[in-house]
Structure formats: structure tokens, C-alpha cells
């Protein structure tokens, strides 16, 4: 398969792990015969000091031609000050938009030697392993109006959404139950909101085509509560924009481990935005010290979501597993009796562990 990625590294310790994810996809390539070509261009800081702009057109235009997009991390001290139309985030939340991406999927898994550094108990977090899908477009944030009104001394924001915008994220809700344990939990505040009503319907029409899925309604706050509380309840949960932003933090947390965790941003036709949930890090960035899993994590998903090359994207789950299995881990992870590894060194055991599968997979075909 022949695939061209946009790499945007952005800031901190964004330009070092796309590195890494960039080591390991060509090691993908190699070893499954594809051929994975890759264009870097600027966004956030390190756009506002080259562009003068956090989102220069030439990253929007690289990126509406490419077949994926991976990001690293935006922002900095250094732009902390600066007028918010020159935010470095501002280039994360127009590229999303240029794109179109309307679906937010982050998985959250526990790894099980990183389980004690989880502020749940570990009997209560051990098996958990979801996937919430996040609709990313509609709803409070971008409704009009959303204004001051009598002075300042009233507000009102919008929460709006059409049939279609719920209808193609809850289709991804349950595509993605099918492709996991078959299970979907629908969020939403129906029992108050018009807008939630309407979700409700649509999920109760849409169950029909997907008669391998089993499907519950959970009401956004008996969610909050479920997700520390029983969290391996969970298999996918597909939800609209705020509840989701709210949800989604809150899982990221159950494991303990901010450097592990993923995400992808879907547009309609498969074109995939892929990003750790992790920041730009200015505190260990240069240092060598920054944890590429989730990044590496991210191309994983790109591999599955844009190019559905699901085998290519387990082989790289299971390296991360095996490396940290083996009780190798970056400084942020809490590991007793492991042995602390830099990025430079994580990625190599990792690429060295796609490697050797995929050669050990060749000598058992070849010999039998
Ligand atoms: P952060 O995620 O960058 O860092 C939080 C803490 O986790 C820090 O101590 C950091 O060293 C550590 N950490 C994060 N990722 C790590 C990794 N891969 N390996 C090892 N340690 C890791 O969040 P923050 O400090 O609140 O924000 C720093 C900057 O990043 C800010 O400018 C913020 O706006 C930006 N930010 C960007 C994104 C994004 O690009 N998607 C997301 C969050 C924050």
C-alpha cells in the first residue's frame, strides 16, 4: 500500500516523538511491503516564529492532499503571551476545522505494570479498555448565538445540532463497537435536554443495521459516576461535543499515564488527523526524557482508522505491551524494578520488536 503522511511536529516534545512515530512507521513499511512517504511542515509556535502565523496555508493545503495527517503538540511559554488570534493553539483547532473532522475517538487501556500509578484502586481499574467517540463539530461550541446580552449582565450560548451530525457520529459510535467487544453506550442528558431527545431517537433507528452491537442509553451524569466507578463496563461510547470533551478527560486519567494515550480525529472519507492527548511539555522538552508512546500510539491508529491495515496497527500494540512487559519505561512512568529508557531508546525496542515478529512470522511460513 502506497500512503503519503503529513508529519506536524509542532512544539516541545512534539518534534520528538513524531520522530519516533516516524521511525516506527518506516519499520512498519519494511517490514509489511509498503511504501510510506512523509512531508513535514509547520504549525503553532514554531509556525508563529517561521509564518508569523499559527496555521500557515501551506500546512492547511500539505495536509488536504495528504492520506493522514500525525501532530505532535503546540504551544509553549514562549507564546503564552501573545494575542489570541497568535496562540499556538489556535493552529490545533483550525486545522481541525480546514479538515472537517467531526469524530474525536481516544481509546483508554490500562497497561497492567502501570496500573498502581492510576489514582483509582487497581482491582478497580484493572480490564479497563474503552473507547470513547467524541463528536467534535456541533453542539455548545460552535452554536450561535453565544453572546452577552442586558449589559453583560446576561448570557446565552446554543446548543444546535442537525439529524446528519448525529446521524454520522452515532454510525461511528457503533462501526466502532463492531470492530471492539460489540457494545455501545450512548450518552446523553435526555431526561432534560431537547437536543439529547432527539440522540436518543436517532441511536433507537440506527440499532436496527446493527444488529451485532447491543446498545444502552446512560445519562451523562450516571456516566461520570460509572467511569471511576466500574470503568471495564465500558467497551465504546459515542457522545456529543461537551459531554464528551468532559468524559474523555476524565478517562485519560484512569490509567495514570498521560504519555500512553492516543487519539484520532476522523473526517467522513477516512482523511485522519492523529495526536497524543499529551501536551508540548516545555518542562522536558530537548531533553530526550519524553515518553513516544503515545504518539507511536496514534500511528497505530492511523494505521486502523485512514488505511485500515489493522494488523500493521496490532503489531505495534503489542510491541508497546511487550516493551513495557519487559519492564523498560520513560521517566513519567511509575515502574519499580524496570529499567528507565530515553525516547531515542524506547522507540528502538519497539521498532526491534516489530522486526523481529514480523521475521520470526516469515521463518515459521517459510519452514512449514
Ligand atoms: P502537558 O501534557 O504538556 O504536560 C503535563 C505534564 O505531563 C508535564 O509534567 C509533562 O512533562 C508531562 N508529560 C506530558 N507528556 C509527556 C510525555 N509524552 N512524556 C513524558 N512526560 C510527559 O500539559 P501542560 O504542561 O498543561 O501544557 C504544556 C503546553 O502544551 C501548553 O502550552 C499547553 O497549551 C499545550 N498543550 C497542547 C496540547 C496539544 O497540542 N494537543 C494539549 C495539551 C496542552
Redesign the pocket.
Known sequence: MKKHIVLLP?????KE?IHSAREVLSAVAEEYNHSFSFETHEI??AAIDQYGTPLPESTVDACKQADAVL???????K??QNPSHLR??RG?LGIRKALDLYANLRPIKGFKNLLHASPLKEEVVSGSDLLIVRELTGGLYFGTPSERRDNGNAVVDTLAYTRKEIERIVDKGFQAAQQRRGHLTSVDKANVLESSKLWREIVEEKKAQYPDVAVEHVLVDAAAMKLITNPTHFDVIVTENLFGDILSDEASVLTGS??MLPSASLREDGLGLY??????????AGKG???????ILSAALMLRYSFQLDDEAKVIEEAVQSVLDAGFH???LQVTDGRLVG?VEMTKLIVDYIKSQNASKCIASCYF
Open positions: 509542532g512544539d516541545g516534545i512534539g516523538v503553532g509556535g501532530l505532535g503538540a503546540v504551544g509553549g511559554p507564546w503564552d499556538p493553539e490545533l498521560l504519555g495526536e497524543p492527548v499529551h501536551g508540548s511539555a516545555p518542562d522536558i526524557v519524553a515518553n513516544p508512546v503515545a504518539m520513560t521517566g513519567d525516547t
